[in-house]
């Protein structure tokens, strides 16, 4: 199904994610062609682009819909207003990650903004204020950590480097 008759406003790859705004008249599309879309789910008419840059792996609307979190393969964490016409920048950004964060999601009171990465953790971020930091760090640790497989036989190498990502040592 398109979302658009005219379709001059699509994306041109992937779509990766997408969220509608809490009470549902908006929806937010982040994609592979490095673009946030915003749309009107009644009219299905493009609003506008909120943003061009990465490729956008995560969104997800705050619970008063005026804000909208993205996040790309740069790691980075983009707090967008959606009411800012004009908006170059993000309001808020959020670093931390080390590997690519798959997913994105603000707390039911939007305080707080929690993100999950390929890093084996999940960040808890605060939205109000002046702090970029993660506020908390669950560490999910990697199922062979401690494993020796120093002269284990009968591994290949692909599986030997498996095993070592995996948290296993030689």
Known sequence: MTLLDNRKHNHEDQVHSIAFSPDSNLLVSG???????????????FIRDLYEGQKVLSVAFDPTGKFVASVGHDHIIQLWDINEINQEKPVKTFKGHKRAVESIVFTPD????ISCSQDQTIKFWQVEGEINISIHTIELGKPYQGMSISGVKGFDLPQILTLEELGASK
């Open 110 to 113: 939007g305080k707080q903004l």
């Open 31 to 45: 994609g592979f062609d490095k673009k946030l879309k915003l749309w009107n789910v009644e009219s299905r008419t």
